[in-house]
Nanobody, 119 residues
Framework: QVQLVESGGGLVQPGGSLRLSCAASGNIFSINAWRWYRQAPGKEREMVAAITGGSNTNYADSVKGRFTISRDNDKEMVYLQMNSLKPEDTAVYYC?????????????WGQGTQVTVSS
């Protein structure tokens, strides 16, 4: 089994910054892609950012130029630097990892961390 634990959420004013972290632990041979998703009240979960094993990145149009995803393979962690935050960025943010555990490859999810952007 693999566990993902997010941290770094909180309350921030519009225009502010937050850095989310997500740590993986458990039966991990390698982590292929990492992804950050978010879900706002009454809305569907949407992918915010992704980073592949080769560190290629992809972003939702709504966060391009403001958010940056990065990974630390040695620590088995992923980060989401969020700058110029807007009220519409308010959501629960989830990390997801595509993990090879020696037998097969599976997707795992964290429990989520709340980000609230408000004055």
């Amino acid at each position: 089994q693999v566990q993902l634990v997010e941290s770094g959420g909180g309350l921030v004013q519009p225009g502010g910054s937050l850095r989310l972290s997500c740590a993986a632990s458990g039966n991990i041979f390698s982590i292929n892609a990492w992804r950050w998703y978010r879900q706002a009240p009454g809305k569907e979960r949407e992918m915010v950012a992704a980073i592949t094993g080769g560190s290629n990145t992809n972003y939702a149009d709504s966060v391009k130029g403001r958010f940056t995803i990065s990974r630390d393979n040695d620590k088995e962690m992923v980060y989401l630097q969020m700058n110029s935050l807007k009220p519409e960025d308010t959501a629960v943010y989830y990390c997801s990892a595509n993990v090879f555990g020696g037998i097969g490859t599976y997707d795992y999810w964290g429990q989520g961390t709340q980000v609230t952007v408000s004055s």
